[in-house]
């Protein structure tokens, strides 16, 4: 089955500094690669997907890298500011790209 | 345009009791997922459902656990003699299609006694 994990738990980031995310898959299937962030007390947030037929996606201040050979998916965030603290969860989606599958999570601590 | 509602936020039950979990999707989005939540873990799929239809229900205990989402009304997620391995957040996500952007709820914390 699939299983995603991550690196580290948590990750403190001077504010202002860029912020990088990294995350292992292990389904080499998997068709969508998402990033989704969750902020206390609520549901999770989309940040940004690729699909695997790319290696690279940018949106605001957010870039997602993915190397296939490796099965590695990243997120920065750049310049990253106190709204950014959060629970970054890498994220996988089936062919279908309904069913998500949830990593573990890594904290982010946005030091001022 | 209100986002997902999900209702009651907090539930207590005590075991063996019912709980049920009402999730209201945004407006003009047909396609309801629900996800179980432990304390500092990710969370985990359990069944995607469309109106008057389960599309996928791979993550749903065998037992106990039943949803639907009716022509009219809520979603609801029915969780039959509660136990105190039930207790976790009860996430319900909608999309206007099938997709990996998915608009979650706040969220209801079932608490088994």
């Known amino acids: 089955g699939e299983s995603v994990g991550l690196h580290l738990p948590t990750l403190s980031v001077q504010e202002g500094d860029n912020s990088i995310i990294n995350c292992a898959y292990s389904n080499s299937a998997s068709d969508y690669f998402i990033w989704y962030k969750q902020e206390s007390g609520k549901g999770p947030q989309f940040i940004i997907d690729i699909r695997s037929n790319m290696d690279k996606r940018q949106g605001q201040r957010v870039t997602v890298l993915l190397n296939k050979t490796v099965k590695h998916l990243s997120l920065q965030i750049a310049a990253t500011q106190p709204g950014d603290s959060a629970v970054y969860f890498c994220?996988?989606?089936?062919?279908?790209?309904?069913?998500?599958?949830f990593g573990g999570g890594t904290r982010v601590l946005v030091k001022p | 345009n209100a986002g997902v509602m999900q209702n009651p936020r907090h539930l207590v039950r005590r075991r063996g009791q019912e709980a049920r979990l009402r999730c209201s999707p945004m407006?003009?989005?047909?396609?309801v997922y629900w996800y179980r939540q432990l304390p500092e873990e990710g969370l985990k799929f359990m069944v995607y459902l469309q109106k008057e239809n389960i599309i996928d229900e791979s993550g749903m205990p065998k037992e106990r656990f039943s949803a639907e989402f009716p022509k009219e009304g809520p979603s609801i997620l029915r969780i039959q003699q509660v136990v105190r391995g039930d207790s976790a957040a009860y996430f319900c996500a909608s999309s206007p299609g099938r997709s990996v952007e998915q608009y979650f709820g706040p969220g209801t914390r079932l608490t088994v006694t």
């Open positions: 407006k003009g989005h047909s396609h």
């Open positions: 994220v996988v989606g089936g062919a279908a790209g309904n069913k998500l599958t």
